[in-house]
């Protein structure tokens, strides 16, 4: 079945330790998002790739960076993680990006504890 | 600024009891309304999508509606298996991101 992982589906870092949440899909997906979301919040998007093309949002902080090296995979790096970064990150693809269009797949997401 | 708010926060019901769930959104030329729902520890599933006023869409026991200002998700005679968190979201016309609501809780009782 065409799908979104993550991996580790569970992370524990200690304040300051770099960490990297790792995203791969088999839907051949142009987009690719990640979104973090804390306990009965909504999901907020951090950024996304229309293919290679990076978009960050204006509040995203620079602690957080994004890789994709190909279609299949998207990293989320944390430089230097603080405590409010604890929280559930959610990686999502979708076929389009054009607005209404871009019903969004999510992985299961990875819980990131910091220590 | 691009809004969406839910209400109610956590919403408790017997199994069979039927209710709505609401969904407020600000938006500048809606492009479209998404219901995902969210299971604990899970990533959001897409439920529907809406495009214009008075359109409806149904799903099993889910139906979806919405108007110039609102959505309703209408749950009948809803099972245990129905308990998550449901969540609306929205995108702009001419924009690229979704804006999501924080949901309601959704708990049914056997």
């Known amino acids: 079945d065409a799908m979104v992982i993550q991996n580790p589906r569970y992370q524990v870092t200690q304040f300051g330790k770099p960490v990297t949440l790792s995203c791969s899909q088999t839907?051949?997906?142009?987009?690719m998002y990640w979104y973090q979301q804390k306990s009965s919040q909504a999901p907020k998007l951090l950024f996304h790739?229309?293919?290679?093309?990076?978009?960050n949002e204006a509040d995203t902080p620079d602690n957080f960076q994004s890789r994709r090296p190909n279609t299949s995979f998207c990293f989320l790096d944390i430089r230097s993680p603080g405590l409010g970064d604890a929280a559930m990150y959610l990686c999502?693809?979708?076929?389009?990006?054009?607005?209404?269009?871009?019903?969004?797949?999510f992985g299961p997401g990875t819980r990131l504890t910091v220590l | 600024e691009d809004q969406v708010t839910q209400s109610p926060e956590a919403l408790r019901l017997q199994e069979g009891e039927s209710s709505s769930l609401n969904c407020s959104y600000t938006?500048?030329?809606?492009?479209?309304l998404f219901w995902y729902r969210q299971d604990p520890g899970k990533g959001p599933e897409f439920l529907f999508t809406?495009?214009?006023a008075g359109e409806e869409k149904e799903k099993e026991r889910l139906k979806a509606t919405l108007t110039k200002k609102e959505s309703f998700l209408h749950i009948t005679a809803p099972k245990p298996e129905d308990s998550a968190t449901y969540l609306c979201?929205?995108?702009?016309?001419?924009?690229?991101?979704?804006?999501f609501g924080a949901g309601t809780r959704l708990f049914v009782k056997a």
């Open positions: 999502a693809t979708s076929r389009t990006r054009l607005a209404g269009e871009g019903v969004q797949f």
């Open positions: 809406l495009y214009s």
């Open positions: 839907l051949n997906h142009n987009v």
């Open positions: 938006v500048s030329g809606l492009r479209g």
């Open positions: 790739y229309y293919d290679k093309d990076f978009n």
């Open positions: 979201a929205v995108c702009r016309d001419g924009g690229f991101k979704t804006i």
